[in-house]
């Protein structure tokens, strides 16, 4: 017995997916468009998608149309909760990530390896525009220094943005820094001294890592969970265990394993940590890039002793070379204060007043909206892809917002050495080994998906699997 058309229709369909037309996250085309498309009529296009849809291929949003789903491609399952480390470790090997950042603004090379967004993904022409103003209505003010704790409109807009993360702030409680990393650095100088154990995800940014490095602390790997983040009961263990000083996490969207912690588990590490007398600083870059959800809270907004340095920067939305960053610091504000000033001055006046001034004109919001959804479309672009060309047995992260995901290759495979052929190939890739103190994870990569989707990066997510799986003890496909 042959196929009813609607039938037909949803077989072109699965095979348009199976090619990488629609990625996992996609939107299909809508039912009109699908009519014209195969010379159907409106009620066949739309009884194909509803059998894709009981053959859980796709998923129907309300008011929106219809999405391609995660299983509809077989994607691979996500990693295991990263084990507890052994001990503290002083970090070591932290200058490999210079090649790494570098290579990112290399031309002839297609860079999933720094976790930088793409001009393409930017508001550079309202950003423009801004600089323009400022540059014309305040030049004798651009002249000057913007001392610590920095410019005050911009304190105000942060403040205001912080109470969408459950945070009750006003502006000076907000100090300004050079990105988010100088707001990392000086906070951990505000709260421990050298040789001090520093509790941190597993596996965790490197950025985390090198400010341990820089200041002679030792960082103790906390076992975490690749969807929700740092462990309780881990980081239970660890503060009974070593003498910590220190707790540095990214609950919302961590980098690199992309995972949001629920509300519950923020609360519940923040009270471990109050009952500990441990400070806790929170890296939340990426807290403002949900993909279909409400801006989650912030653990900020469960601090009710002023022992949350809540860190954070406009790097991953408004562009890194901004470096454009502040650090809420509670009841270290004096500190950290004194310490942003010695450490560098004050900020780039010229920077914070534009930043300050494209927020006044009130399109941030309608921007992020718009961005968030790009981020997630290239997200599932990416993990599409690894699905299509990576060796069997590879497992990938599946995050909720930012625009990282963790790849973990089958055991034995050599990610730095993966690194290396894929920069002579021109691809550059994040090591695992670089997320960990103490030279872990050597069978996983990082991969950066805020790029737009061309030719050459179809391409080079395709060579980068064909050396994934010559690399992997059998080579093998999906």
């Given at each position: 017995m042959g196929q009813y058309l609607y039938e037909q229709v949803a077989a072109q369909i699965v095979a348009q997916i199976e090619h990488g037309t629609y990625a996992p996250g996609d939107r299909l085309p809508g039912v009109r468009t699908l009519r014209r498309q195969f010379g159907v009529s409106i009620a066949t296009a739309k009884a194909a998608c509803e059998l894709l849809e009981q053959r859980e291929v796709v998923e129907a949003r309300p008011r929106s149309g219809f999405y391609v789903r995660d299983a509809a491609l077989n994607v691979p399952s996500a990693p295991d909760t990263s084990p507890p480390a052994d001990g503290p470790s002083l970090v070591s090997g932290q200058e490999?990530?210079?090649?790494?950042?570098?290579?990112?603004?290399?031309?002839?090379?297609?860079?999933?390896?720094?976790?930088?967004?793409?001009?393409?993904?930017?508001?550079?022409?309202?950003?423009?525009?801004a600089f323009a103003r400022v540059r014309r209505r305040l030049p004798r003010r651009i002249a000057a220094y913007d001392f610590p704790p920095g410019s005050e409109a911009l304190r105000v807009h942060i403040?205001?943005?912080?109470?969408?993360?459950?945070?009750?702030?006003?502006?000076?409680?907000?100090?300004?820094?050079?990105?988010?990393?100088?707001?990392?650095?000086?906070?951990?100088?505000?709260?421990?001294?050298?040789?001090?154990?520093?509790?941190?995800?597993?596996?965790?940014?490197?950025?985390?890592?090198?400010?341990?490095e820089s200041l002679g602390m030792r960082a103790l790997e906390v076992a975490t969970d690749p969807a929700t983040?740092?462990?309780?009961?881990?980081?239970?263990?660890?503060?009974?265990?070593?003498?910590?000083?220190?707790?540095?996490?990214?609950?919302?969207?961590?980098?690199?394993?992309?995972?949001?912690?629920?509300?519950?588990?923020?609360?519940?590490?923040?009270?471990?940590?109050?009952?500990?007398?441990?400070?806790?600083?929170?890296?939340?870059?990426?807290?403002?890039?949900?993909?279909?959800?409400?801006?989650?809270?912030?653990?900020?907004?469960?601090?009710?002793?002023?022992?949350v340095l809540y860190c954070s920067s406009f790097s991953k939305t408004l562009g890194c070379g901004l470096r454009v960053g502040w650090v809420a610091p509670g009841r270290y504000r004096d500190r950290v204060t004194y310490l942003k000033y010695a450490a560098s001055q004050a900020t780039p006046t010229m920077l914070t007043l534009a930043v300050a001034d494209y927020l006044d004109q009130g399109g941030y919001d309608r921007f992020l909206r718009q961005v968030r959804r790009r981020?997630?479309?290239?997200?599932?672009?990416?993990?599409?892809?690894?699905?299509?060309?990576?060796?069997?047995?590879?497992?990938?992260?599946?995050?909720?917002?930012?625009?990282?995901?963790?790849?973990?290759?089958?055991?034995?495979?050599?990610?730095?050495?993966?690194?290396?052929?894929?920069?002579?190939?021109?691809?550059?890739?994040?090591?695992?080994?670089?997320?960990?103190?103490?030279?872990?994870?050597?069978?996983?990569?990082?991969?950066?998906?805020?790029?737009?989707?061309?030719?050459?990066?179809?391409?080079?997510?395709?060579?980068?699997?064909?050396?994934?799986?010559?690399?992997?003890?059998?080579?093998t496909v999906w």
């Open positions: 490999r990530v210079l090649a790494l950042v570098q290579a990112h603004n290399d031309p002839s090379v297609v860079s999933f390896g720094a976790a930088a967004p793409d001009a393409a993904f930017l508001p550079t022409a309202a950003l423009d525009r403040a205001r943005r912080m109470a969408h993360a459950g945070c009750n702030l006003g502006p000076d409680d907000i100090v300004i820094t050079s990105g988010c990393q100088e707001a990392l650095v000086v906070s951990l100088r505000a709260v421990a001294e050298p040789g001090d154990v520093i509790a941190i995800e597993s596996p965790a940014f490197y950025g985390i890592l090198q400010a341990i983040g740092m462990v309780p009961e881990a980081l239970e263990r660890a503060l009974t265990a070593w003498p910590v000083r220190a707790c540095v996490m990214m609950p919302s969207f961590g980098n690199p394993l992309g995972h949001l912690a629920p509300d519950s588990r923020k609360a519940e590490l923040v009270a471990l940590l109050r009952a500990s007398g441990v400070p806790l600083i929170e890296d939340d870059v990426y807290g403002e890039l949900p993909f279909d959800a409400p801006r989650p809270w912030a653990a900020k907004a469960h601090d009710e002793t002023g022992d981020y997630e479309r290239h997200v599932q672009h990416v993990i599409n892809r690894v699905t299509r060309h990576f060796p069997a047995g590879t497992r990938i992260t599946r995050p909720r917002g930012g625009f990282v995901v963790w790849v973990v290759l089958p055991e034995g495979t050599d990610t730095m050495a993966l690194q290396r052929q894929a920069l002579a190939a021109g691809i550059s890739v994040a090591p695992g080994p670089i997320f960990s103190p103490a030279d872990r994870y050597r069978n996983c990569l990082r991969l950066n998906c805020a790029q737009p989707w061309t030719d050459e990066v179809e391409a080079a997510m395709a060579r980068l699997g064909e050396l994934a799986r010559e690399a992997a003890p059998i080579a």
